[in-house]
């Protein structure tokens, strides 16, 4: 770690590994001897064209996913997805089903609600969300067009450990804040999406990866940039994309291919969130984790403390201490420590350690 730098706990955006941060930084002015930024080209000319189709080569390859899958690339956030989900998929014939496990599970479901074609299969709602819904809890309506979960509750600290079964209905997932953390089964998924700015780059983009038979063909009477179909039949070339977001994003995937790709990922993941959620089982109460144990995110970790009083002093010794970004989203309180893949081993030392350091102190 640099000395001018901290650890960045911030839930999004947040940190990017800083090997990849000097790489953009080293090329920045003339990208690949075109005499132009990466921001100046044109997303026409040839440089941009392979930046483009190997980051969607990369991302396939992390995922373990072959030719039936396609990459698209979208602006507007996950928050947009929320509305092209529910746009492109549901009707009020067939209702987007929908599990509520936290804040943006909820506002998805919102928006399907808004055209009238939402429902909910499961609910956390009632434990002010510490519990990622059982699989025996989803309850598929009739005529379910797809069940949408959001499998990282960046919010509450919660995290599927499980892949929900569906049957014949299309699995979608919201996996903003844990996107390429780990190995999963991606194939049981139709259709993932992700705002790249929690784990895989700047903010701008939203990566979707999904089955090409989801996105070859969009309901008639939708305006060509909500559809599907319009960015998969130009290969998200339609309009100039977010070039840099993109840019990025491709070398987050070539730095996490790199690092031996998701198993040595997700080895690393579980090594950092044990040592702080050990913090927090070791104080003999004086942290309290908001998630259940068995619904406990690999990362965010969210916790309180014995008073608000004693939370504020948290936050700002932390950052003395180098630890930037720990004070949790008001709806939980208290603390948030956000993990992603870019966060190294010694922030999450140097935060337990902190916290051991904190709690002796105050106790
Ligand atoms: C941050 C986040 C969002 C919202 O992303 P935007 O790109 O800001 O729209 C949605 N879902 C999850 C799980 C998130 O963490």
Known sequence: MEANRI???NPGPSMLP???????????????????????????????DEVHNQAKADILELMGLGDDYEVLFVQGGASMQFDMVALNFASA????????????????????EILGRGYVAAS??????????????????????????????TIFGTEYHYIPETGDVPLIADMSSDILSRPLDFSKFSLIYAGVQKNLGPAGVALVVARRSMLEKSPADLPTMLRYDTY??????????????????????????AQG??????????????LVYDAIDNSNGFYAGHADKDSRSFMNVTFRL??????????????????????????????????????PYEGCEKLADFMEKFHKANA
């Open 18 to 48: 800083l090997e990849v941060l000097k790489e953009a930084q080293a090329e920045f002015l003339n990208f690949q001897d075109t005499g132009m930024s990466i921001l100046e080209i044109s997303h026409r000319a040839k440089a941009y």
């Open 306 to 343: 014995p008073s608000e009083e004693l939370e504020k002093k948290f936050v700002a010794e932390a950052l003395e201490n180098q630890l930037g970004g720990v004070k949790g989203h008001r709806s939980v309180g208290g603390m948030r420590a956000s993990i992603y893949n870019a966060m």
């Open 124 to 153: 956390s709602k009632d434990v002010n969300f510490k519990h990622i819904p059982a699989q025996e809890e989803i309850k598929l309506s009739d005529d379910a067009a797809y069940l949408h979960v959001c499998y990282n509750n």
């Open 232 to 257: 998969y039949s130009k290969n998200s070339l339609y309009n100039t994309p977010p070039a840099f977001g993109i840019y990025m994003v491709g070398k987050v995937a070539k730095w996490l291919k």
């Open 7 to 9: 650890y960045n706990f």
């Open 93 to 112: 014939e067939k209702r987007g089903n929908y599990v509520l496990s936290g804040s943006f599970a909820s506002k998805a479901y919102k928006e399907a």
């Open 261 to 274: 790709g998701l198993e040595v990922m997700a080895e690393r993941n579980k090594k950092k969130a044990a």
